[in-house]
């Protein structure tokens, strides 16, 4: 999901689910394991699950997984970044947003 309605955007899906955050950690594990090194969470907008994107993030690292972010930027929060932000390798805001 996004919280914009960008003409040229192809993230279309409007009832898309989530993993649980359980599900989702046991997944970047078996990745991990099987040697992935880099994970970018992006959307739509990544940021309007802002919990479960922190704790994805902080548990990638915690991995040994390098991690980015792709967004529109319009939902990031200094709270968010204090807690998180040292989690992150790589920041993209997309300009066309």
Not at 9 to 33: P, V
Request: proline letters at 1%.
């Amino acid at each position: 999901r996004c919280n914009y309605s960008c003409k040229f955007c192809f993230h279309t899906s409007t009832n898309g689910t989530l993993a649980d955050l359980s599900d989702a950690q046991r997944a970047m594990k078996l990745l991990r394991d099987e040697g992935m090194i880099r994970v970018n969470f992006s959307g739509g907008e990544p940021f309007l699950q802002a919990k479960w994107l922190g704790a994805m993030c902080q548990y990638s690292h915690e991995l040994g997984v390098t991690v980015s972010i792709v967004s529109n930027g319009s939902k990031i929060t200094d709270k968010w970044m204090k807690q998180f932000g040292q989690y992150v390798d790589v920041l993209a805001i997309s300009c066309d947003s």
